[in-house]
């Protein structure tokens, strides 16, 4: 046996200046830089979009030539989905998860670490592509091949970027799992956990179960590209279609992984401004879980086109549909607990409406999506690109904002400006339904998406959607200001900051000390 | 959490900390073992196709999850015992039988809760004895860590046993 080390007194407080940041295992200082990398990368993002309905803003060429516009498309998916609303979720799920289960931090804190250190890195390299020869990847962010095979020298880049955001997915998986399983206080059960808690589980073993998918199918390009391999390549025996079943694979549940935890920011936030609890909340665990579960049956929706058997379009076609029921469950069961509540509309509810009723719109194009025979007419329109927006944009990223509002008292002890909270709702809802409603019109009539010239007759219904869309990319500046003059000072926030306010979060000073639950959590 | 034992007439006790732990060893593996049978079946089906590579991935990934699981079992599966016998205490961790064992006289031991320097944070629970420093319940919460600090002064306070003689 050897002799136990002696220790010194010593605090383990946060370090000073930088090295506090780059060497942090702290929860919720790794929480903090994943949300701010995220809205980070949401300017970014934007950015690219600005360029991509500027040049949409009239029929011609204006500004960018065809293969810079394609680039921009590309780009600007891969950093929305990889960069802004993953990195967002996980920033949310490492501020939130611990303090919402009663544990002092998540299972594996260095990991946790690494799992955000490698994004600065992947991202600065995927944005270094566009000053490469050849420009950055133009063959869109689904990466079909053989076109994407056409990269000049981005590619490996490209490819290494994608494993290097895969990589850090799965190791905040990996540590969501272990965390709500190992960690969890005395006294929670699984179903005790608050929704958002529950919604994070399901989505990380979404994670786990498709990202080597992904990271098999761009290995598999890249061997194509350069070691003479035949995967996707027909004049060798390989099957280009195959690449799209395969990434469609891992990208419909990366589609549930991207609107899975927005559902539970929402179920926390309705329940405390309508002062009820959560109507149906079994029936929510289990309808997010049917939705899981049905992500694994549907991937070739997006591919009715491609020429598959009737029976494969029909089975497609139905389970596609079967996932409305679930969705449905958790519509009706948000309804119902607003339903003769003693509601008030701060603007974290602001934007949970804003969710509840614009992703149901998105649902519904998704539903009109799913009918096989309609799809052959929507397919690649501007109908698809109107309904990803709506899921995503007005799903995804207002249940981000809502969150955001929501926990930003707690998280930095300062009360937001309401009133500048209530202008950016409304001016964002305002301008990005005049962004993206007419992409519905627009896709109806037949205007194809990926490309920067169209015909004359859709003139109208752009000139409105770029308009739409530079009001609200003007509008998410108000939201970066509220945010930081938040983070700078204000009006002090009381601990249980919202009068409606339950779960353990809540029984913690605002801002929350370093080191959570120095005390035992009392689970009701 | 603090098990702890005392014998009144020979006025021994043994102190048993453990961290919390909401899964067992027999639940984790059943989850891992549920998720390993997805994700393979999914790299084997992709195989079989002729899409070998997907399967090294799912392989690598699997090892890590395993390794997050293990490491997490072993910390929450980990004990640490404080045993006052006579006139020794005796302070052993490990995890299935004792890593590291220091001892020291019974007599000279003495309790300190180190308050932290910023509120919020936690205290730290030292036995002492010549100028060395033993943490212990470094896993507890404040709370049970204040408890055990009065209940270790006392226990440790306690008189000897007499020896008997043989």
């Known amino acids: 046996m050897s002799t136990a080390a002696a220790h010194d007194a010593h605090d383990h407080g946060p370090a000073s200046g930088l090295s506090r940041w780059i060497f942090t295992t702290n929860h919720k200082d790794i929480g903090t830089l994943y949300l701010l990398f995220s809205l980070l990368m949401f300017f970014v993002g934007g950015a690219m979009a600005m360029v991509i309905r500027a040049e949409l803003f009239q029929p011609g060429l204006q500004f960018v ?17 990889f960069g802004a609303v993953m990195p967002a979720f996980v920033g949310l799920a490492n501020w939130l998860i611990p303090i919402m289960l009663g544990a002092p931090d998540m299972a594996l804190p260095r990991m946790n670490n690494w799992s955000f250190w490698i994004l600065p890195f992947a991202f600065t390299m995927l944005l270094s592509t566009l000053f490469m020869d050849g420009g950055g990847p133009a063959g869109g962010w689904t990466l079909y091949p053989p076109l994407v095979l056409q990269t000049g020298d981005a590619f490996p880049f490209v490819i290494f970027s994608i494993h ?88 419909h549940p990366e ?58 379009e029909l089975f497609f076609m139905y389970a596609t549909m ?32 804003g969710f509840v009723f614009m992703f149901t719109i998105g649902g519904f194009s998704g539903l009109m999506l799913a009918i096989a025979p309609v799809d052959f007419q929507y397919h690649d329109t501007y109908f698809v690109v109107a309904h990803f927006h709506y899921v995503l944009v007005t799903g995804a990223i207002y249940a981000i904002m809502a969150g955001a509002y929501y926990w930003l008292p707690k998280w930095t002890g300062n009360m937001y400006n309401e009133t500048l909270g209530k202008w950016h709702f409304w001016l964002s809802t305002i301008f990005v339904n005049v962004l993206f409603f007419p992409q519905h019109f627009l896709g109806l009539a037949g205007m194809p998406r990926r490309i920067p010239d169209y015909s004359i007759q859709f003139t109208e219904f752009n000139v409105i959607s770029s308009l739409g869309g530079f009001a609200f990319g003007l ?10 003059s938040t983070i700078r000072g204000g009006k002090k926030a009381t601990d249980q900051v919202w009068e409606g306010a339950e779960g353990l979060e809540w029984t913690l000073p605002s801002p929350p000390p370093y080191h959570s639950f120095t005390t035992a959590p009392v689970i009701k | 959490m603090v098990a702890a034992e005392c014998d009144a007439q020979t006025a021994d006790c043994c102190v048993v900390i453990r961290p919390n732990c909401s899964l067992s060893w027999q639940r984790t593996v059943a989850v891992y073992c549920g998720i390993c ?15 070998w590579l997907i399967l090294p991935f799912a392989g690598l990934e699997l090892i890590a999850l395993a390794a997050a699981f293990y490491h997490c079992a072993v910390r929450t599966n980990s004990r640490e015992v404080i045993s006052i016998q006579g006139g020794t205490v005796a302070v052993m961790r490990g995890l299935h039988q004792p890593k590291e064992s220091t001892q020291i006289q019974r007599a000279w031991a003495s309790v300190e809760l180190a308050e932290p320097r910023q509120r919020g944070y936690p205290a730290r629970l030292l036995i ?12 507890l919460n404040d709370t049970e860590r204040r408890q055990l600090a009065v209940d270790l002064r006392r226990w440790i306070r306690l008189p000897s046993a007499p020896v008997q003689a043989a």
């Open chain 1, 164 to 251: 290097m955001m895969g990589l850090s997915s799965i190791m905040g998986a990996i540590n969501v799992v272990v965390t709500i399983l190992n960690m969890r206080a005395p006294g929670m059960t699984l179903m005790k956990m608050p929704l958002f808690v529950w919604t994070w589980l399901i989505t990380a073993y979404l994670l786990i179960a498709v990202m080597p998918v992904l990271a098999g199918a761009v290995t598999m390009l890249l061997t194509d590209k350069f070691f003479g391999t035949s995967f996707f390549s027909a004049a060798g025996g390989g099957d280009p279609v195959m690449f799209q079943h395969i990434f469609w694979f891992f990208g």
């Open chain 1, 255 to 312: 589609v549930y992984i991207l609107i899975l935890p927005a559902f539970g920011i929402v179920s926390q936030i309705i329940p405390t401004f309508a002062r009820k609890p959560l109507f149906g909340y079994s029936s929510m665990v289990y309808a997010t879980a049917s939705i899981a579960f049905l992500s694994f049956l549907v991937w070739a929706h997006h591919m009715f086109t491609v020429g598959m058997p009737l029976a494969g």
């Open chain 2, 37 to 51: 049978v997805v994700s393979l079946t999914i790299a084997l089906g992709f195989a079989l196709l002729g899409f």
């Open chain 1, 65 to 81: 030539n065809p293969m810079f516009f394609n680039t921009m498309t590309t780009m600007h998916a891969l950093i929305m989905i």
């Open chain 2, 128 to 139: 002492c004895s010549h100028g060395r420093k033993i943490e212990v319940g470094h896993c």
């Open chain 1, 322 to 353: 079967l996932i409305a029921v679930p969705t449905g469950v958790k519509v009706f069961n948000w309804v119902s607990t607003m339903w003769k509540g003693s509601m008030t509309f701060e603007t974290p509810m602001l934007f949970a409406l």
């Open chain 1, 475 to 484: 509008t998410q500046l108000l939201f970066a200001y509220i945010v930081i």
